[in-house]
């Protein structure tokens, strides 16, 4: 019953894109193209090697795949529509591209294939044992599905609410957003190479440089606030739907625009995000802890004092 809640906000904000005349198309279209994708891509190798690491692969790919269907079967485009499904075929083709080189290097494309989850996955059958989940076939395939769910429904609710809008223009607060977005998407990505550049000079103590320095996971903190300013950019059209559809249908839809932050903020600091990756780094490096007590986990912020006992 634990997981059955879990899936639950997903599929009331899936059936209200399907039953929202605006976006019932384009929510059909993209639960077609979610459904085949994860099937493949993830449902049928998670069986054959209980990997959960094919969600690597079939959720960026998924997020390529609301682009597309924004800008394939929206109807007439408007600027914003177009700028939005450039927004998510942006951060998906990014994701999607290092999803298969990780595949590659990993061997997942093998049946059978030996090699390990990546360590995020690991931690998460700590998580199953801890919960008292028996069955590895059955909690990998639900690791999956919710993911492909969220693909089918959350994650596809801003692009589906600017797609809808017809008779929006591109305004200040288009442009806003689509400035906070890019931003945040530049951020990451030198939050990604200042690790990169840190890691190959052969240092194994702590990464603490640049945007390191002030957040211990900043890549995650902007690809968050990439999700935000798209739940900005949707909220005008937002209001267009309580015209067009029943109150409660466009209240879960309100509910949908908001559940895409949270459902990013919950997955980068606690599901497969930052909580795994602390566990393994206070194992892997003994300055760890020291990080830990002077940097801020998510939200940047100054650097703190460590307060150190005599003992230690």
Not at 107 to 136: D, H, I, N, T, V
Not at 207 to 212: H, R, Y
Request: charged content about 15%; aromatic content about 14%.
């Amino acid at each position: 019953m634990r997981r059955v809640w879990g899936m639950l906000p997903f599929v009331l904000v899936g059936v209200a894109l399907l039953l929202a005349p605006a976006t019932a198309g384009l929510a059909w279209w993209n639960l077609v193209v979610q459904v085949v994708l994860f099937t493949a891509a993830a449902a049928i190798p998670g069986h054959l090697t209980r990997h959960v690491s094919y969600v690597d692969v079939a959720w960026p790919w998924g997020l390529v795949g609301i682009g597309l269907v924004t800008v394939l079967t929206s109807g007439p485009l408007t600027a914003t529509t177009v700028a939005i499904a450039a927004v998510y075929l942006v951060m998906g083709a990014r994701m999607g591209l290092w999803s298969l080189v990780l595949t590659v290097k990993h061997g997942w494309w093998r049946p059978g294939s030996p090699k390990a989850e990546l360590p995020r996955y690991q931690y998460q059958r700590r998580r199953w044992e801890r919960q008292g989940f028996r069955s590895e076939a059955w909690s990998v395939q639900y690791e999956i599905w919710l993911q492909g769910l969220a693909n089918a429904s959350v994650l596809a609710v801003p692009a589906f609410l600017v797609a809808a809008d017809h008779d929006r223009q591109l305004s200040f607060w288009s442009v806003a957003a689509l400035v906070l977005w890019a931003a945040s998407y530049v951020l990451e990505s030198v939050a990604d190479r200042q690790k990169q550049r840190f890691a190959a000079r052969g240092r194994r103590e702590t990464c603490d440089q640049g945007l390191w320095g002030y957040s211990r996971h900043p890549n995650y903190f902007f690809q968050w606030m990439q999700w935000n300013s798209l739940a900005l950019l949707a909220l005008p059209s937002l209001f267009a739907r309580f015209q067009d559809t029943t109150p409660l249908v466009a209240a879960v839809l309100a509910l949908g625009l908001f559940f895409a932050s949270w459902t990013l903020y919950v997955t980068l600091t606690k599901h497969t995000g930052a909580r795994p990756a602390e566990y393994y780094s206070l194992r892997k490096r003994p300055d760890y802890a020291q990080y830990q007590a002077t940097t801020n986990m998510f939200f940047p912020g100054p650097r703190k004092t460590a307060h150190v006992s005599a003992s230690d």
